[in-house]
């Protein structure tokens, strides 16, 4: 049964830092394109950063150069490193993985930037 846990979720001042990180219980996870997103109260569910099975990433404009995904195969977990937080940076972030035309997420974690 895949699952996608997220954690490390939080309350951070703005300017602050987290890590988010998802733990995977798939098969093969080198080989599934896995992703982070994240919903606003009344807002869609928007892509935060991508990273394939090449490692090849990909970054929505307003995260480049403060967030960075990246995946350890090994442990089977994808993380994401999020720097100079800032309030509307608040969402629920979720974990997503896709492999053979499946789609895959996790439950989600709340990460709330306020002062």
């Known amino acids: 049964q895949v699952q996608l846990v997220e954690s490390g979720g939080g309350l951070v001042q703005p300017g602050g830092s987290l890590r988010l990180t998802c733990t995977a219980s798939v098969l093969d996870f080198s080989g599934w394109i896995m992703g982070w997103y994240r919903q606003a109260p009344g807002k869609p569910r928007e892509l935060v950063a991508s990273i394939s099975d090449t490692h090849k990433t990909n970054y929505a404009d307003s995260v480049k150069g403060r967030f960075t995904i990246f995946r350890d195969n090994v442990k089977d977990t994808l993380h994401l490193y999020m720097r100079n937080l800032k309030p509307e940076d608040t969402a629920v972030y979720y974990c997503?993985?896709?492999?053979?035309?499946?789609?895959?997420w996790g439950q989600g974690t709340q990460v709330t930037v306020s002062s």
């Open positions: 997503r993985g896709t492999v053979g035309g499946n789609l895959y």
